[in-house]
């Protein structure tokens, strides 16, 4: 015969269990509330480590804007210097020394566009930069872009080819803006082939973009430094590339200008065998967002 439980020993095991839970529970509230201390912590220190990011990228920039601006006033004296010698106000030079005076007006143009280089990346950097889009014509552009230059293509064994751009529309952007990202390509490519062709196109996308791009025959780029080739001050070791100057950062700030047009920018290339660096816009930029 089956007897029921005793009361008191349901009710001292129920006890022992609530006392269980209430354990429990207060020590997954200790764990909580340390896991939320952390993490108010953590997020102290990153907003402490953003604004110190924020202020050295604000350091960065108005130093580079300031440098930038010093370096103009000495580097416009010597071109304006050096463009006396080449004009012979003084007399005629020697042989020698238009060698020597036409290696100083090379490296100070080479420098200047340094500079207005260092200048545009902290615009950008500073959110400074304004787009001012317009509606143009491709062929306009082309136009203009080659005319600028003719008087620099002076390698005869190198062609400057623009392609006629047909039945293409009206574009609504920034055209300087442009212009610069375009100029920065033909210039690199035109460095880098010492023979053959520099060939600029545009070709309109199903997805209302067009593609503009710079395509050469030159010297090249091998696939292991193509990762890099946008990055800041970043050049490629080849024997050209160490008898040219330049910091580097005409291919990076074409792709910070392209973003700013709504773009990207891409790049296809073999060593050996030339390269095509290639900017992609919209018809129409949208909403102007320069931050």
Excluded: C
Excluded at 5 to 18: G, K, M, T
Excluded at 60 to 74: G, I, Q, V
């Amino acid at each position: 015969m089956s007897h029921a439980p005793e009361p008191d020993l349901d009710a001292a095991a129920l006890r022992a269990a609530l006392a269980s839970s209430q354990l429990e529970a207060s020590e997954l509230r200790s764990e909580l509330e340390e896991t939320n201390r952390g993490v108010v912590a953590l997020y102290a220190e990153l907003d402490i480590q953003a604004e110190q990011l924020r202020r050295a990228t604000e350091l960065k920039s108005r130093f580079l804007a300031y440098m930038s601006y010093e370096f103009r006033t000495p580097v416009n004296a010597i071109r304006s210097i050096t463009r006396l010698l080449t004009d012979h106000v003084d007399g005629p030079l020697t042989a020698e020394q238009e060698r020597q005076v036409g290696f100083i007006e090379s490296t100070t143009a080479e420098f200047a566009e340094m500079i207005d280089d260092l200048l545009d990346l902290a615009k950008i950097e500073a959110g400074r930069v304004e787009i001012s889009p317009a509606w143009f014509e491709m062929v306009d552009l082309f136009s203009a872009l080659h005319g600028m230059f003719r008087p620099v293509v002076v390698n005869p064994a190198t062609s400057l080819i623009f392609e006629e751009p047909r039945e293409l529309p009206r574009i609504f952007s920034d055209n300087r803006k442009l212009s610069q990202i375009l100029r920065n390509f033909i210039s690199n490519a035109l460095k880098f082939t010492p023979q053959g062709e520099v060939r600029v196109s545009a070709t309109l996308l199903a997805d209302d973009h067009v593609r503009f791009s710079v395509a050469d025959t030159g010297i090249g780029i091998a696939a292991e430094h193509h990762a890099a080739v946008f990055d800041d001050f970043s050049q490629v070791d080849s024997p050209l590339q160490k008898r040219l100057r330049g910091t580097g950062l005409g291919l990076s700030l074409s792709q910070q200008l392209a973003k700013l047009l709504g773009g990207q920018v891409s790049m296809q290339s073999e060593f050996g065998k030339g390269s095509t660096f290639s900017v992609t816009l919209p018809i129409r930029l949208g909403r102007v967002n320069t931050n």
